[in-house]
């Protein structure tokens, strides 16, 4: 097991005030530090004792009741205590400098976590799903974040990398004894499961990015030309009069996020400055970041005056044409006259001013938020370095398909220990320098 002779202590609670606040250490000196607080000598294992929690002088801080979770069979796998005190802040402020003074020293961001990692009690990927069950933003991404922390994610990776292993050592043995005949798995045969790997690895990867958007939630960009009506419509679908609205071309700039909950799943619309050729310095500059915010956007919203539609979309095609997903919107429907309405099948027709068209529109979005099954049953969260992860193996294998035919099998033995590293890195078999410092940091304090 890692040795970690420091004990950590940290408030597990949220900040604030609540109903019970809970000081949590962990180490070697935690039932120690635990027991004299407590003044109780003896701690059952995994039992709540009702304590009074005194000062170093023998006042009374307050009183609650002591858990402690002895190693290896605690959330870290050391020695664990709770002091679970009443919810005040000032009160667990006291208890907290009471176990510094004890011999604890603060915990880092995330180190309980940490320290449940390096104790094989959680992988990378599970205790990053931890992280990703306390900041998740609706129930889906719980339940997602809820499966990735039970090791659904990471049991699948860790299919892979056997098998990758499997094959690199076969692989290794068509090198060394390349005029023999090897028992086992012919070259036709690794060719075959290379292939099978390949489409598994394609398989996850497609879930992983799935899971990246449950993680981060749908990020949408409404983009479209100067005045057509865009921050109306984010306004209208907040139902806050959020973004200034007038009827000057080009008066937003600055991007806008507002968060909407559609079905009870979050998504994130950003407002932008409309797209055009002319514009003054700081139209300029609000137009560079619109095209900045919309190359990081799962969703291109597109805002279109529905009488100018056409002159409207060639200005802003060459700007979305990369945008994996969008939506066409053709606004202002109550200044065409009726029976004029035409647009295409793909095209919402909507008026941010009379609402008309708008349950349509959050019924598409609804759409591409819970439309895809793989975001049902099974779904995990996942996080971009996990699918950048999965493209560099996928990358790998690929190569190890192509070396492997042209028989240049000391490259396929390589390329398949670059791919099988990749996945290791998902589930932290494999560190590279200061990924657990960059994780960790990211977690609230007390985690
Ligand atoms: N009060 C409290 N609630 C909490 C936590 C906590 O630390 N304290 N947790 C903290 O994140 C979560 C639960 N996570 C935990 C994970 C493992 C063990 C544990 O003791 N595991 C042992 C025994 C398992 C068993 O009895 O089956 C083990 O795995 O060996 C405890 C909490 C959520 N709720
Ligand atoms: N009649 C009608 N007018 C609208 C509608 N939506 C917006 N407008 C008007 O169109 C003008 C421009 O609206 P904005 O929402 O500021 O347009 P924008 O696309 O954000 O414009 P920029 O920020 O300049 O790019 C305002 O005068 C709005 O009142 C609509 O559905 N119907
Ligand atoms: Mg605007």
Not at 54 to 70: C, E, Q, W
Not at 177 to 203: H, K, M, N, T, Y
Request: glycine share 10%.
């Amino acid at each position: 097991m890692h040795q970690c002779n420091e004990t950590i202590a940290a408030i597990a609670t949220a900040p604030g005030a609540g109903g019970v606040g809970i000081v949590r250490l962990s180490g070697p000196a935690a039932l120690a530090i635990a027991r004299t607080i407590s003044a109780r000598r003896a701690l059952r294992a995994r039992h709540a004792h009702y304590a009074r929690f005194r000062d170093a002088d023998g006042s009374v801080l307050d009183d609650g009741l002591v858990l402690a979770f002895p190693a290896p069979a605690s959330y870290t796998g050391e020695d664990v205590v709770e002091l679970q005190a009443h919810g005040s802040p000032v009160v667990l402020q006291q208890l907290l400098a009471r176990c510094r003074a004890l011999g604890a020293r603060l915990a880092r961001p995330g180190e309980f976590s940490e320290r449940a990692f390096l104790n094989g009690r959680l992988d990378l990927a599970q205790a990053e799903a931890v992280a990703d069950l306390i900041a998740a933003g609706d129930v889906r991404a719980a339940r997602a974040a809820r499966r990735a922390l039970d090791g659904v994610f990471s049991a699948r990776c860790e299919a892979m990398a056997a098998e990758l292993l499997h094959l690199r050592v076969h692989v290794e043995a068509m090198i060394d004894f390349s005029d023999e005949p090897i028992d086992g798995l012919g070259g036709d045969e690794v060719a075959r499961r290379i292939e099978a790997l390949a489409a598994s690895l394609a398989q996850l990867l497609a879930e992983a990015e799935q899971g990246r958007r449950l993680r981060d939630g749908l990020h949408a960009v409404i983009i479209g030309p100067p005045n057509a009506g865009k921050s109306s419509l984010l306004n209208a679908l907040a139902g806050v009069d959020r973004a200034i609205v007038t009827d000057i071309a080009g008066t937003t700039r600055d991007l806008l996020h507002e968060t909407l909950r559609i079905g009870g799943v979050e998504l994130t619309l950003v407002d932008t400055a409309g797209l055009r050729a002319e514009g003054d310095a700081i139209e300029r500059e609000g137009m560079r970041r619109a095209r900045a915010e919309l190359a990081r956007a799962d969703l291109a919203l597109v805002v279109l005056d529905g009488r100018a539609a056409d002159t409207g979309w060639m200005q802003v095609a060459d700007a979305v044409a990369d945008v994996g997903d969008r939506i066409i919107v053709h606004n202002k429907a109550d200044l065409l006259a009726p029976g004029t309405a035409t647009a295409p099948d793909d095209v919402l027709q909507v008026s941010a001013h009379t609402g008309a068209g708008l349950d349509a529109l959050r019924a598409a979005l609804q759409a591409r938020l819970g439309g895809d099954p793989l975001a049902g049953e099974g779904a995990f969260t996942a996080r971009q370095r996990h699918v950048d992860a999965l493209r560099d193996a996928a990358e790998a294998v690929e190569d190890a398909r192509g070396t492997l035919a042209a028989q240049h099998l000391e490259l396929t033995a390589e390329a398949l220990r670059i791919a099988q590293d990749a996945i290791g890195a998902i589930t932290g078999q494999v560190l590279a320098d200061d990924l657990l410092g960059h994780i960790f940091s990211s977690f609230c304090i007390g985690k």
